[in-house]
Each structure stands twice: as C-alpha cells, then as structure tokens.
C-alpha cells in the first residue's frame, strides 16, 4: 500500500490539520498518508480529524517532539472527503457569500496578547483555506491594525480579496490609530456600510 509523507513538525495550529486535509485529497487511491509532527495537542487534532473522515488512525511518539500519525484510506479520498468537509463546515457556516467575519481586536480571545497574535493568524490561515471563503470580512476598532502595513495577516487576507472576499476596514478607526495612510488590503469605509453588512448577513462569525 503506497505511504505518503507529511512532515509539519514545526508548523503551528492549524497548518498540519491543513496539511494533512490537502494529503487526504490528494489520495485518489488506497494507501497511508504519514504525518509528523512535534506536540500532542497536533496528535490530538489529526486523530479528531480522522475520526471526522472515518478513517483508521494511530498515533506513535517517536521521543518529546516526534510523533507520528498514520490515517489508512481504503477508497479514493475523493469519496471519502467530500461529504465530510461539507458536513464539518456547515456547523458554522453557509455556502458562499451567507457568512460575514466581523473582527474587534488584533488579538483572538483574551488572556495574553502574545498568544492572541498567534491565534488570530492562525485563524485568518484556516479562514483562507476553507473551501466555503466569507463575502465580508469586517476590521473595526483594534481590529483595524490588522489590515495595516506591517499585519501578519496581510498575505492571507490579501490572498482571500483576490478570490472575491470584500474586505472593509472602518474609516474612523483607521484615523484613530493613525493608519489611514497604512491601509493594505481591502477599502475603508463607514460605519453606515458596516451595520448594513452586518444586518444584511444571514450568519456572523466573531472569533
């Protein structure tokens, strides 16, 4: 049976559920896909993940920061991926264009400020790469900084613009922190624009 190998050792959440979702579709026929990577809670999202997809899994800890996950396909993944990633995603979102992303803060969640940085790029990462992309994303307040000059998120927001996502920034807040002349993706606008959006949205997501 023909092995395939992912090494995401190194790679934050969610790059190797990312990784190893793009090796499932991949697989047109019988065979392991062979996923490494270097902390538990990784081992731990991959087994959920073969779960989702029905897929006999095992986990083995090579030493602290290696482990390996191996998922065995027995049909074209083509078959087995589908349905799934339909059924995963519609427990928070529509088909294309029924979803607006609103976001307050540069930070994802409270707690640490650093760690908040690592989640919400992780977060617009796993947003780009759904296959079901919001028709708005929407920056107010801190949230603002984040289509800036300098944004980690810029590369996956601006990848997202290009396939048609609206991206749109309140023109006020960008004059509150003095990133009017920053703006890197998408168009500032007003907060008229922004209640419409939302109102007018069947489902709003807030991380």
């Known amino acids: 049976m023909k092995k395939t190998m992912i090494d995401a050792r190194g790679e934050a959440c ?3 559920v990312v990784k190893a979702n793009r090796g499932l579709q991949g697989m047109t026929e019988p065979g392991i896909l ?6 538990d809670i990784a081992v731990q999202n991959l087994m959920h993940m073969a779960s989702g997809h029905k897929l006999k899994s095992t986990a083995e800890k090579v030493d602290e920061t290696h482990f390996i996950v191996s998922m065995t396909v027995m049909e074209p993944i083509e078959q087995v991926s589908s349905t799934e990633i339909e059924e995963q995603d ?3 979102i529509g088909a294309k264009g029924e979803y607006v992303v609103a976001i307050a803060s540069p930070f994802m969640g ?3 400020d650093e760690l ?3 989640l919400i790029k992780g977060f617009f990462f796993a947003l780009s790469q759904l296959p079901q992309l919001p028709k708005t994303i929407i920056f107010y307040n801190g949230g603002a900084k984040l289509t800036a000059k300098g944004s980690e998120c810029l590369d996956d927001l601006q990848n997202m613009e290009a396939q048609g996502v609206e991206i749109i920034t309140c023109g006020t807040c960008l004059n509150f922190y003095n990133l009017t002349d920053q703006l890197a993706v998408g168009n500032a606008s007003n907060m ?6 939302l109102c007018g949205a069947q ?5």
């Open 34 to 39: 062979e996923l490494h990577v270097d902390n």
């Open 203 to 207: 489902k709003v997501v807030r991380p």
């Open 14 to 16: 969610p790059i190797p």
């Open 116 to 118: 908040g940085q690592i």
């Open 192 to 197: 008229y624009t922004i209640v419409e959006t």
């Open 90 to 92: 519609c427990c928070f």
């Open 110 to 112: 409270a707690g640490d």
